[in-house]
C-alpha cells in the first residue's frame, strides 16, 4: 500500500502530464486502494502548499485540478511564442459578459439589452471557443434556446464556479459598458416574462 508521500508524488505526476484538469474521481481512478476523496483533497492542499514558491502553481477550477503558469510569469513565455492570442470584438465581449451574469438568456434578452440584433457569427464565436452553450428552450411560441456558460468558460476564466465572478462593475469597466444599464434591462427582462420579441428592426452587428 502506498504511503502518503507516494500517493502525493501520484498525483503530482499526472497533474503535470496532463494539461486538462483532473477532477477527485480522475485521480483516485490511478489506485488499486481505495483513498478516499477527503485524502485526495487533503493532499493535493498540501501540493499546492509545496509549489507555493514557484512559477507555477496548483489550482482547482470548475471540473478539477491543474497545473498552470502564474500570471506573472506569462510576459515571459509569450516572448518564446510570439503569437498573439485571438482578438474578440466589443460586440463578442458584451454578449458573453450578459450570459454570464444573466444565464440562461436567448438572443432575444441579449438583444433587449444590448440594443441591436445579434448576429449568428457572435453566437457561433462564442459555441466555437465552447465558452457557451444551449442549455435549455422558454416555454413561448417559437421556444428560443437558451444560452449558458459552459465550465470551460470557467476553466480559461481560472475560475470553480460563477460565483467567483468579478462584480459586473469590473467587467463593464473592462468592457466600457453601462453596468447600470445592464443590470436594470436584465432585471425588467427577467421580471417581465414576456417571450422574446422580434429585434428586425434593431441595427445589426458582426462579430
Known amino acids: ?13 499526472a497533474l503535470l502530464a496532463y494539461q486538462a484538469p483532473l477532477s477527485i474521481g480522475d485521480l483516485r481512478r490511478m489506485f488499486d486502494e481505495d483513498i ?10 498540501e501540493l499546492r502548499d509545496d509549489w507555493r ?24 513565455l509569450e516572448r518564446l511564442n510570439p503569437e498573439k492570442p485571438p482578438r ?24 433587449d439589452i444590448r440594443g441591436v440584433t445579434v448576429s449568428p457569427n457572435i453566437i ?20 428560443p434556446a437558451l444560452y449558458a456558460t459552459t465550465k470551460d468558460f470557467l476553466n480559461d476564466l481560472g475560475l470553480r464556479s460563477l460565483q467567483e465572478l468579478p462584480p459586473l462593475e469590473e467587467i ?22 414576456e417571450p422574446d420579441g422580434n429585434a428586425s428592426a434593431a441595427p445589426s452587428e458582426e462579430a
Open 53 to 76: 514558491a514557484r512559477g507555477v502553481e496548483l489550482v482547482n477550477l470548475a471540473t478539477g485540478w491543474r497545473f498552470q503558469t502564474r500570471p506573472s510569469f506569462q510576459k515571459y
Open 1 to 13: 500500500m502506498l504511503n502518503p508521500n507516494e500517493v502525493k508524488a501520484v498525483l503530482e505526476t
Open 124 to 143: 457561433r464565436t462564442l459555441e466555437q471557443r465552447s465558452w457557451i452553450d444551449v442549455v435549455g428552450h422558454r416555454e413561448v411560441p417559437g421556444r
Open 172 to 193: 463593464a469597466r473592462t468592457l466600457d459598458l453601462n453596468a447600470a444599464s445592464i443590470k436594470e434591462e436584465a432585471t425588467a427582462a427577467k421580471t417581465s416574462g
Open 36 to 45: 478516499g476523496p477527503d485524502t485526495v483533497r487533503r493532499l493535493l492542499d
Open 88 to 111: 474578440y470584438s466589443r460586440a463578442v465581449l458584451e454578449t458573453l459578459a450578459i450570459i454570464a451574469y444573466r444565464q440562461p438568456v436567448s438572443r432575444g434578452d441579449i438583444e
